[in-house]
């Protein structure tokens, strides 16, 4: 183990002496990309369903709360709604900007 360490130690500092830093590939395998960008367009399509489904139910607890007459903190949880949406829509362009 103690020799294995050392010649990986050895080849670390030979590729830095020589300036010959291997570069990795961001490409990933076809397949499993074909499938990871399906699961990611589910997860965009559910998020952007669940926004939408939030902003009606706040909307009809408004409508209900204002006929009986009551008040409640529906503000805040359209604005939550809303910032949930704004996550679920910038998270892509993010993620793009900050790794790529």
Known sequence: MKDTLHS??????????????????KKAPGDLADKVNLVLGIAAWAGTAAGVAGVLITGIM????MKRGEGS???????????GCVLVATAGPTVQFLFA
């Open 8 to 25: 990986l130690y050895l080849a670390g500092g030979n590729y830095l002496a020589n300036g010959e830093v291997p570069q990795p590939t």
């Open 73 to 83: 903190e529906h503000l805040s949880r359209l604005g939550m709604v809303a910032g």
């Open 62 to 65: 408004m409508a209900v709360s």
